[in-house]
């Protein structure tokens, strides 16, 4: 297919899907002339990949190239995609940086305690760590018995993202699945979060008109 078809197929425009292929982010397609060339499905699927990768994820151009990079040439263990995917999808500022040791020492012990098995240089422990710092920087502290109910509830979804079918998925299908899987269903989670703030809310205090008092 020509560049204009890859266009219609995608939603993407032409001018994107050139910046797209200058930066290196979905491969050129194979020459048919000085000025034209033709694109297969791969390209379909890597410009739907990079297009949610900017637009829903909000990551930058360096980000994405990573993801590319990942996928041009990918781990052969499927619980080295999941770093992979981590790294990608960390805070825009470093995860590693946590201004409280506190912070860091407590989600050390949250983890430990719990028995799960995160490698010390997970980002996602950095996170946890940092999230922690903010938190109780701004005056949230978040109880022991708070946290058994949000680790228990992440197990659990941790337990359906993380499907059997991986294993039998090619590298680079794996790989994109955790990413996209991670960028489309986070904001489904945090939106579920606050549905479910509401009806207990509604179960607890919707008949309490104190506040009018």
Known sequence: MRISELSQRTGVSVATLKYYLREGLVPAGVPLSATRADYGESHVERVRLVRSLIDVAGLSIERVREVVQALSDPPTSRHGLLGIAHAVLRSTSPAGTVTDAHARQLSDQVIDGLGWHVGDDSVARAQLGAALDRARGDGLEISEETFAVYAQAALLMAAQDVRDELGLESASEALRYVIL????????VIGLRR?????????????DDRDHQ
Not at 181 to 188: E, F, I, Q, R, T
Not at 195 to 207: D, M, N, R, Y
Request: no cysteine.
């Open 195 to 207: 549905l479910a703030q509401e009806h207990v809310s509604a179960g607890k205090f919707a008949g």
């Open 181 to 188: 899987g991670n960028v489309l269903s986070d904001p489904v």
